[in-house]
């Protein structure tokens, strides 16, 4: 069975740094057709996609918050951790890590977010 | 970064009626284009990707269609379970992977 499961605090302080983990089951994160991905969600509002891990460790980031994030995986441990620097009350939200998949079909190739955690709410307060 | 506009934001509807919602891209993207279902208080489900294949296990009622800027998603009879928020998401082959801002549908 394939699985992903955030964890992490639930509670920050502004200024302080964010350490998420998502662990993995039920795949490999060397898979060359997987990767990892965190996302999150403030309360009411829309997803937002903050960073991707391949399976190569590349990595990629959203460019409104490229300065303040890193995202990082131990295969052994089949682990993805991200972290953000600078907490503020805004970054209050669910976040979620999600497996990304690739589907080949030549010429091309297609991704697409097949399996979420369930998410971990983090807010942000003094 | 691209960016997509989801519309409407926010429909009413009943069940057994028949929806579309479109989702249009600030540039072209090709297929590269997937639909997601949420329900409150859970993930995301992926109900579409490569704008038009179905993810296995969803209804055949849901169907994607589109290419380049214009997308859609139809429900071709709504039901009950079907209530929830919808986001499109762009998924060229490198990020960043933008969502739409969603498509609550509601009961009307």
């Known amino acids: 069975q394939v699985t992903l499961k955030e964890s992490g605090p639930v509670l920050v302080k502004p200024t302080e740094t964010l350490t998420l983990t998502c662990t993995v089951s039920?795949?490999?994160?060397?898979?060359?057709?997987?990767?990892v991905s965190w996302i999150r969600q403030p309360p009411g509002k829309a997803l937002e996609w903050l960073a991707h891990i391949f399976s190569n460790d590349e990595k990629s980031y959203s460019s409104a918050l490229e300065s303040r994030l890193t995202i990082s995986k131990d295969t052994s441990k089949s682990q993805v951790v991200l972290t953000m620097t600078n907490m503020d009350p805004v970054d209050t939200a669910t976040y979620y890590c999600?497996?990304?998949?690739?589907?080949?079909?030549?010429?091309?190739?297609?991704?697409?977010?097949?399996?979420w955690g369930r998410g971990t709410l983090v807010t942000v307060s003094s | 970064d691209i960016q997509l506009t989801q519309s409407p934001s926010f429909l009413s509807a009943s069940v057994g009626d028949r929806v579309t919602i479109t989702c249009r891209a600030s540039?072209?993207?090709?297929?590269?284009l997937a639909w997601y279902q949420q329900k409150p208080g859970k993930a995301p489900k992926l109900l579409i990707y490569a704008a038009s294949t179905l993810q296995s296990g969803v209804p055949s009622r849901f169907s994607g269609s589109g290419s380049g800027t214009e997308f859609t998603l139809t429900i071709s009879s709504l039901q009950p379970e079907d209530f929830a928020t919808y986001f499109c998401q762009v998924l060229i082959s490198n990020p960043p992977w933008t969502f739409g801002q969603g498509t609550k549908v509601e009961i009307k």
């Open positions: 039920g795949f490999s994160l060397n898979n060359v057709k997987m990767g």
């Open positions: 999600a497996r990304v998949e690739r589907y080949d079909s030549w010429p091309t190739s297609f991704w697409y977010f097949d399996l």
């Open positions: 540039q072209g993207i090709s297929s590269y």
